[in-house]
């Protein structure tokens, strides 16, 4: 069975969890969250949680974590030093940004995704982002292409210093920048949850290799957009996002079929 990260409505397997609803994600924002119920800002709970949530969205983004590995609550509190409540309630916000699933009376499991749940993303991010190109080529203003410029010399730099983590939410960053400057927030809304989807899979399946976007290629999408090239910006977007996809195919492929040639190796070299 595969596991996607698509948010669906849900209980959570423990007591005491709270019901999750499929809603539009926004950004994390863990000192947002009330911890054990105390509900003062910057209370002692919440940094716990914001740091149990820092934890575990880095060990997602690095790859540490694989595809369809269970998440038990009373591990990680162990392993992060903190009660289960706070656990459970990270686990809860992670699923419901889709960042990891929540099966009914199964608890939570890092993504699996299928060969075609990769594909159906990477399309709907296609089509989203093809067409805010095509609404703000030739429209930004000097302030909106100057946030994109400095947001790719920030990237330039991450991808020189070789942080890998930084580089892919950097990467990221700079797409959800783009779409934000089509000035709507249902658009928004959508492409946080595409591109945590997406950044997501590159984690799952090439931990070890620098495989996010080149910052040279988002540095001439803006040439484009200044110079209101929108055939040639449509064309550069597309095969970005066809190179991401395939790269990460290739990859999601190999991981679901096992290489029975090595596995028998011997077997086969005993027929010989
Ligand atoms: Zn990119």
Known sequence: MSRTAAPPSFTAASDNAPRVQAAPITEPDPAAVDVEGDGAPGSAGQQIEARVYAAISQALLSGKLRPGMPLRERNLAQALDCTRGAVRKVLARLGFEGKLVLEPNRGAFVPQPSLDDIRQTYRARRVLETGVI???????????????????????????????????????????????????????????????????????????????????????????????????????????????????????????????????????????
């Open 134 to 272: 095509a609404s703000i080529c030739g429209r930004l203003n000097d302030a909106q292409l100057a946030v994109l410029d400095a947001h790719v010399e920030t990237e330039a730099r991450s991808h020189a210093d070789g942080t890998h983590e930084r580089s892919i939410r950097l990467a990221g960053e700079f797409h959800l920048k783009l779409i934000g400057m089509a000035d709507s927030a249902e658009l928004d809304a959508f492409a946080h949850q595409l591109v945590a989807k997406t950044e997501l899979y590159k984690a799952l399946y090439d931990p070890a290799e620098f495989m996010h976007c080149a910052p040279t290629e988002h540095a001439q999408l803006v040439s484009q957009l200044r110079d209101g090239e929108t055939q040639a910006a449509i064309s550069l977007a597309t095969a970005h996002l066809d190179e991401l996809e395939a790269r990460v195919l290739t990859r999601a492929a190999a991981a679901e079929t096992p290489d029975f040639r090595a596995i028998f190796a011997e077997a086969f070299a005993g027929e010989a």
